[in-house]
T-cell receptor, first 113, second 114 residues
């Protein structure tokens, strides 16, 4: 079964620190790896995404690092802010799955002032 | 405003009753999805539809049914056969254009069985 394993389950970071969330996958056919951000009581929203032809993608304070050989990818949030406190989900999909996403179990991030 | 709307925001149901959750999108997306979210389990796919009048079961379809009679609408019925229906339900849609995988999510419906 296609799986995406996400860790840690929860994370507490001080304001200004770096938040790091990791995901690992098994299906080598995955070719699209997005990260979604969800605030309480709201639907998830796409934060940043990467394809396996690059090892890193940066958008503002958010960076995805991708290691194809290890089948792992991670989200780094630089200069973490209290407004970043949310639940983060990694996901993966393949062309053949018709964009059907397989989600990780989520990481609840709390950034302390 | 383009986007996805879900209604109602909160829904209460007695055991043994069927209930239908609404999902509408005006993004002109071909594909639509229904997910269930439970604490600590992430998002699990219930049903998805890539085109009007066609839909496929996801990972946890038992006790649910859907229809896709119009491109913009994808209602989900939670039947009395669903043993543990209390959850947060999310609808999403995506474009069928090659290379555009992003799924856009609605605000969700929280269903509670009394």
């Amino acid at each position: 079964q296609q799986q995406v394993k996400q860790s840690p389950q929860s994370l507490i970071v001080q304001k200004g620190g770096i938040s790091i969330i990791n995901c690992a996958y098994e299906n080598t056919a995955f070719d699209y790896f997005p990260w979604y951000q969800q605030f309480p009581g709201k639907g998830p929203a796409l934060l940043i995404a990467i394809r396996p032809d690059v090892s890193e993608k940066k958008e503002g304070r958010f960076t995805i690092s991708f290691n194809k050989s290890a089948k792992q990818f991670s989200l780094h949030i630089m200069d973490s802010q209290p407004g970043d406190s949310a639940t983060y989900f990694c996901a993966a999909s393949t062309k053949s799955s018709g964009d059907k996403l397989t989600f990780g179990t989520g990481t609840r991030l709390a950034v302390r002032p | 405003d383009g986007g996805i709307t879900q209604s109602p925001k909160y829904l209460f149901r007695k055991e043994g009753q069927n209930v239908t959750l609404s999902c509408e999108q005006n993004l002109n997306h071909d594909a639509m999805y229904w997910y269930r979210q439970d604490p600590g389990q992430g998002l699990r796919l219930i049903y998805y539809s890539q085109i009007v009048n066609d839909f496929q079961k996801g990972d946890i379809a038992e006790g649910y049914s859907v229809s896709r009679e119009k491109k913009e609408s994808f209602p989900l019925t939670v039947t009395s056969a669903q043993k543990n229906p209390t959850a947060f339900y999310l609808c999403a849609s995506s474009s069928s254009v090659a290379g555009l995988n992003e799924q856009f999510f609605g605000p969700g419906t929280r269903l509670t069985v009394l």
